[in-house]
């Protein structure tokens, strides 16, 4: 059976995902001293993390339920969040191998957990709430015109907006029919059943350290598997990598008042450095720039 006629199989549920999956096990080495001792979603940006703000965005769009996939100081994330933030039930799956594996391999540790459809996202992504409008539906996919500022891996679209082909993570993509993935997804459960037995064989295989577009972008050449373009062009939104993607997100993103009724209880620390050389003084520079 041809690509096309794999594609008119698909048939795309209209009832609104309420489930989310977050990878937060990396160690986000680039952002280094703010994530020597906490997890990269933990980063602030003008005093809220990365983290609270997904939990914000979640909750204003009605999310039932988040998988948290975790590694790198995991236990910073559990006192974080707890099991739930109102009507937001919180899970946990620990990747214990998070020092020497990629981000297909936190998927690939979350196919037990999810059996219905859900969005995608990675813990290092600050964006506008209303941006999550139009991923409330499965097989959908984030994109945005490539700036200056952005690398990693593209899309090309068919005239009607769905992915015909992932391209390159390793270069820059200057041409405007290239799109830039914002690395968040919404997928069926069909989707996740294609991506899953995928998976397994990738990892099976031993291909710990590859991302997981390449299954992405193997499934949608072989017809398997179809995202419908959403755009994020000239919308904020912004990946936060390095501490000079922080000085920019926070350019974007000003305070916001936390939903603190319904968060733990148990006081929470601030960030902590545990290298006695780093002062307030140091690290205000590094973060801000002064």
Not at 14 to 22: F, G, I, Q
Not at 196 to 205: F, T, Y
Not at 240 to 264: C, G, M, N
Request: with cysteine; net charge neutral; aromatic share 10%.
């Amino acid at each position: 059976m041809n690509k096309e006629s794999n594609l008119k199989r698909h048939t795309h549920d209209e009832k609104k995902v309420t489930t989310a999956l977050l990878l937060a096990a990396g160690t986000g080495s680039r952002l280094f001293p703010l994530t020597q001792d906490e997890p990269k979603c933990l980063t602030m940006v003008n005093g809220t993390s990365i983290l609270e703000r997904l939990i914000s965005n979640l909750r204003k769009h009605g999310f039932k339920r988040l998988v948290v996939v975790t590694g790198h100081l995991e236990n910073r994330i559990r006192e974080e969040l707890g099991h739930s933030r109102g009507k937001l039930k919180i899970e946990y799956v620990h990747s214990p191998k998070y020092k020497t594996t990629n981000n297909i391999y936190s998927l690939w540790m979350a196919r037990k957990y999810l059996s219905e459809p859900f969005v995608l996202f990675e813990s290092d992504l600050v964006f506008d709430e209303s941006l999550l409008e139009g991923m409330l539906y499965p097989d959908r996919i984030a994109l945005d015109n490539f700036g200056s500022w952005m690398n990693g891996t593209g899309v090309t679209l068919t005239d009607t907006g769905s992915v015909n082909a992932f391209t390159n993570g390793n270069a820059k993509f200057p041409n405007e029919a290239t799109y830039k993935t914002v690395n968040i997804y919404s997928l069926s459960r069909a989707s996740w059943d294609a991506v899953s037995q995928r998976l397994d064989a990738v990892i099976s295989a031993g291909k710990v350290n590859d991302y997981y577009e390449t299954v992405f972008s193997d499934l949608v050449d072989e017809g398997s598997l179809s995202f419908q373009k959403v755009s994020f062009k000239d919308k904020p939104w912004y990946e936060i990598d390095t501490i000079a993607d922080l000085r920019e997100a926070e350019k974007l993103f000003p305070s916001i008042q936390p939903d603190v009724a319904d968060k733990p209880e148990i006081p929470l620390p601030q960030h902590r450095f545990l290298n006695e050389g780093f002062t307030g003084d140091t690290i205000r520079n590094l973060r801000y720039g002064t």
